[in-house]
């Protein structure tokens, strides 16, 4: 079960994925890549977003795709990197 740490920052990736990418995320836990919802241009965007709605810099030089497969993925990411909702 996610702490209210990780379910805020499931809800505002939720958000900044269907508001900045117009891709309703059927579940946290889908595969939005597998799913053919995140390409590599989509995936750009995201980032820039989720940089731009938390405030932070994501370390990308060991970037990593299977980090925003889903919206879990990317709280468990961002809750691991220090960012907070």
Same mark, same amino acid.
């Given at each position: 079960? @996610? *702490?209210? #740490?990780?379910?805020? /920052?499931?809800?505002? /990736?939720? $958000?900044?994925?269907? $508001?900045?990418?117009?891709?309703?995320?059927?579940?946290? *836990? #889908?595969?939005?890549?597998?799913?053919?919802?995140?390409?590599?241009?989509?995936?750009?965007?995201?980032?820039?977003?989720?940089?731009?709605?938390?405030?932070?810099?994501? @370390?990308?030089?060991?970037?990593?795709?299977?980090?925003?497969?889903?919206?879990?993925?990317?709280?468990?990411?961002?809750?691991?990197?220090?960012?907070?909702?």
């Amino acid at each position: 079960m @996610p *702490d209210a #740490t990780t379910g805020a /920052l499931t809800d505002q /990736l939720t $958000d900044l994925v269907r $508001d900045r990418l117009g891709v309703e995320v059927p579940s946290s *836990d #889908t595969d939005l890549v597998a799913d053919g919802l995140l390409d590599s241009l989509a995936l750009v965007t995201l980032i820039v977003g989720i940089e731009d709605t938390f405030g932070c810099r994501l @370390p990308l030089d060991d970037f990593d795709i299977d980090r925003f497969r889903s919206v879990d993925a990317m709280a468990a990411f961002l809750t691991e990197s220090g960012v907070t909702a």
